[in-house]
């Protein structure tokens, strides 16, 4: 297996800068193959490259750690039966994989990284389907849109229930989302805002500054009573039972998402972990979920909540990015950490803890965007 890791890191190195050559290879040797997969897709393919080369990445990193990949791809597997992925599709898009590797790396290629990426691909085929056997959940469910709130000309908080059979997720996780009304077989990641109730009733917060398809439509043309499209939930961003060490959870604008989930969840059954939540943005008027982590303040006495800004003198609070402010409350080095929030932030916060000397084990992430 080191051998095997070592060849496709490797031979990742020849194609790694020319990320938009390989995937329009692949789409392009893919539909060449089976017509057919097209309407699989969204009409406009921006960013579906993207996708595809970020689950690669993933594997191929995680091929050395026997549990992480397994557990990866079989979630992979009952995900991608959202786009009515059947069986018969892996072996198609393993040709096409290969031959979008070949001709983006050149004359750098050779049999032996050709014969990894086969005996690689042919594992993460495997896993992928037999995680999608083994889901007895349906590939999506719909919801129904209930309540749609907006802060603000970006940012929206929703609810919707899901429809005919029971969602089941862990606070802290995340689903993808359709909004087939507006932009059909377009998915997104959003980070579930609320702890299971045994209602089927899922919060969301949604941010969308600029024209982004699927948030967009979140925030400023859906309405209750839509139908939305959820897949199932992935996502290791979720609390240890069976620690016993204090918390620090750290929220960058809509990243509050899932630490509101965590700290609803910890409401039920937490009696002796301190739990400390800082949450920032740029602004007051940013901080839309500030009144409601202030009601579980009032209600929880181990909980406390501090709030920042990084761009607002007059805010009658801490001042600053949200991990210099983390970082002068510090050392966090027995605490259990979440962190939430844009790729800088998170990889700001993660040096923070870092420095710290906080475990890696003690601490789980989520990110909006690339780290």
């Known amino acids: 297996m080191d051998n095997l890791a070592r060849l496709l890191k490797e031979s990742w190195t020849l194609v790694e800068d020319d990320r938009a050559r390989l995937g329009g290879h692949f789409y392009a040797r893919l539909f060449l193959l089976d017509p057919a997969l097209r309407q699989l897709f969204p009409v406009q393919m921006t960013g579906q490259g993207d996708r595809l080369l970020e689950a690669i990445i993933t594997a191929i990193h995680t091929v050395d750690d026997p549990e992480s990949f397994d557990e990866f791809l079989r979630a992979l597997g009952r995900d991608h039966r959202k786009y009515h992925v059947a069986d018969q599709h892996y ?157 620090l959870c750290v929220a960058g604008g809509v990243g509050l998402a899932p630490i509101k989930a965590l700290v609803e969840e910890l409401a039920t059954y937490n009696r002796t972990r301190w739990v400390h939540v800082f949450y920032g943005a740029r602004h007051s008027a940013d901080l839309y979920g500030l009144a409601g982590l202030q009601e579980l303040v009032a209600v929880h006495p181990w909980l406390s909540v501090t709030p920042a800004c990084s761009d607002d003198p007059d ?46 084990p003690h601490i789980r992430y989520d990110t909006f965007g690339d780290l």
């Open 91 to 247: 072996a198609t898009v393993g040709v096409a994989l290969l031959d979008a590797l070949r001709s983006t790396a050149g004359d750098g290629w050779n049999l032996e990284y050709d014969q990894a990426w086969r005996e690689a691909y042919a594992a993460i085929a495997a896993l992928m389907i037999a995680g999608a056997a083994d889901d007895e959940d349906p590939p999506f469910w719909h919801a129904e849109v209930l309540t749609h709130q907006r802060y603000g000309p970006d940012t929206a908080v929703l609810t919707c229930r899901a429809l005919q059979h029971p969602l089941r997720w862990r606070a802290g996780q995340y689903v993808s989302l359709e909004v087939p009304r507006h932009h059909p077989r377009v998915w997104r990641n959003y980070s579930v805002a609320n702890a299971p109730k045994g209602d089927n009733v899922l919060e969301f917060h949604v941010r969308s500054p600029g024209a982004g398809w699927v948030s967009g439509a979140l925030v400023r043309r859906v309405r209750p009573g839509e139908l939305l499209r959820l897949a199932a939930p992935m996502g290791s961003m979720t609390l240890d039972r069976a620690s016993d060490r204090d918390i």
């Open 315 to 360: 805010f009658d609070g801490e001042l600053g990015d949200i991990p210099d402010v983390v970082a002068r409350y510090g050392p966090w080095t027995t605490h259990d950490c979440y962190v939430s929030g844009s790729a800088r932030m998170v990889r700001s916060t993660l040096r923070v803890l870092a420095a710290d000397e906080v475990p890696p």
